[in-house]
């Protein structure tokens, strides 16, 4: 009986750093023959004001694509990219939000554009994220990495079910520092190169240029939130976000940015490690979706989960709550810099399957 054996079809999004370039070599292990794709998204406006360099990038992933013999493809989606992830981040930042624009990156251009555009080709789109997949009952549900420190499902709390269902995180079962290994061993030219910091699409560009350059400046206050005494100036609320302890200019610190007058241009600040305005036990949530799907159905009561409100390998222990279409965190446990227009990322209460995110109100 001739057994009719079907090798899956798999788009790789490489983008020249270490993590990625490894995926292909783990592909290739696998016995997978994939495309490699480098999404160009480097941000310009009209004015040619920013592009990010590329050609380093592409040089390098035309070397990993001719050493393990891949179809390679530069794809530009960079109308896409400003349509969407930058107007998103300007608007949100405009009212006084702290976006994430790396969320949505993820969800409209890698795993959107990209797979309406080119994945529909493919079975799987495999990605240099530390996260991992798991199969219960029979659906995927989104999964933390092998490496906590590196784990970046809070990046990916923004994906649905038919994007995670395609996804392959082919180095999401090893270490960073496994990683380098593997690079090195393999002569890879992105072994010892640094990984990206900073929001995706800026690249080399100084975020508070970047804002400046759309929504200018304006001079407002800063004020000490406990008594009410102006201790400072500053050149536009949009330039700082909750929390924030750098960049303010002041002396006799360390201040931090407890919130914003979005109508009046102020911002509040409060001076110390541990003051209290720093802290909160109850996060709101709206626009609260599930990943794979809902598994509280009809919510009563309260639910015992883990979450994040930013990247950080900490997980925080709670409870959910909902009234309404109002998702409610809470812990025990006092979280720091609660940011509205950040996301809130629920996990089980295991924090190894991650079950969605709303945008923090």
Request: proline fraction near 2%.
């Amino acid at each position: 009986m001739q057994l009719n054996l079907r090798i899956m079809k798999i788009a790789a999004l490489v983008s020249g750093g270490v993590d990625s370039s490894v995926v292909v070599h783990q592909l290739k292990e696998m016995g997978y023959d994939p495309a490699i794709f480098y999404i160009k998204i480097g941000m310009e406006d009209k004015d040619g004001y920013i592009d990010c360099p590329s050609e380093e990038d592409i040089e390098i992933v035309s070397y990993i694509a001719k050493k393990y013999g891949c179809r390679f493809e530069v794809v530009s989606l960079h109308e896409e990219y400003w349509d969407s992830v930058v107007k998103y981040t300007i608007d949100s930042v405009k009212r006084g939000l702290t976006p994430n624009p790396d969320m949505m990156c993820n969800k409209l251009i890698k795993f959107g554009v990209f797979e309406q555009k080119w994945g529909h080709e493919f079975d799987k789109i495999a990605t240099g994220h530390y996260a991992t997949t798991t199969e219960l009952d029979g659906m995927t549900w989104l999964s933390t990495a092998k490496d906590h420190v590196k784990d970046q499902t809070y990046f990916l709390g923004q994906i649905d079910y038919l994007q995670v269902s395609k996804l392959m995180f082919p180095i999401g079962n090893l270490l960073k520092s496994e990683v380098r290994e593997i690079a090195a061993r393999e002569k890879l030219p992105s072994a010892q190169r640094k990984d990206s910091q900073g929001i995706c699409f800026l690249g080399k560009i100084n975020y508070n240029d970047f804002i400046e350059r759309y929504l200018g400046k304006k001079e407002g206050l800063i004020v000490e939130l406990e008594t009410g005494n102006i201790i400072g100036k500053h050149q536009g609320f949009w330039f700082h976000t909750i929390g924030q302890r750098k960049g303010l200019g002041l002396s006799g610190g360390p201040w931090f940015v407890i919130k914003k007058d979005v109508n009046r241009n102020i911002i509040y600040v409060s001076k110390g490690y541990d003051t209290k305005y720093q802290y909160g036990n109850v996060i709101n949530l709206q626009g609260f979706d599930f990943i794979t799907r809902d598994i509280w159905g009809d919510f009563e009561g309260e639910k015992n989960v883990t979450f994040k409100i930013r990247h950080t390998p900490e997980f925080t222990e709670g409870k959910i709550s909902k009234t309404g279409d109002l998702y409610r965190l809470e812990s025990d446990e006092a979280v720091q810099g609660i940011a509205a227009g950040q996301f809130g990322v629920v996990y089980d209460a295991d924090s190894h399957l991650c079950i969605g995110s709303g945008m923090i109100i």
